[in-house]
């Protein structure tokens, strides 16, 4: 009777000590964010805030390509029966988001990470944030309205992000989300090169009707995007 009941406790102390070592393991080891577990805006703000020890992981740069343009100046309104022509000065930011459509703002945390990540994997920085400014020459026909847009090359970068918790969070202590964040690159990357230029339509109906209308009658002016 005796070596029965040793015999039995000996085998719950083993299911136990097995049962113990699979949770441990289970939280030792890096989870993937899924259904039963947190959000990805979860995690990421947790890096954000600091909360997390995080680390953007094996960071893969796509190659370089140019992006959309759009307006950068105000816009110049031909009211007159001869070309308009005026410097215009224009200025462009552009920023980064990942790949939910969330800004990855400039200087934070997030951006910081990721910036450390592609210079100790590329041996070159990477910007969140990108602004120029400058001016041009524009002419634009009677009866038409001008301004300047311009194009910035961008790139995307993919890696997974690593989040390691001091305490257990969510049943671990690591866990990691794969995310792609696009943003400006310099200028001349993969041989691709930001643009400006000038663009001009036709004024719609009600706009050549406001041409009539007092100071604007027989002249050119400009309107603040």
Known sequence: MTNNR??????????LTTASLGLVAAMAVPAAAADDGPAREQLIADCASGEGKCSFNEPTLGKAYLGDFRQ????LYNCSTSDATQSMGWSDTVGSTDSAGVSVTAGGKIAGLIDLSVTATYSHTWSSSHTENSSLNMTVKPGEVGWISRAQVMQTVSGTWQTHYDSPKWGHYFWFVPDKVTGPAANGTDGQSNAVTVKTRKMTTAEKKSCS????KGRAFVVKR
């Open 6 to 15: 040793v015999t039995r406790r000996g085998r719950r102390l083993t299911a």
């Open 72 to 75: 950068v100046s105000n816009s």
């Open 213 to 216: 209308a007092g100071a604007k």
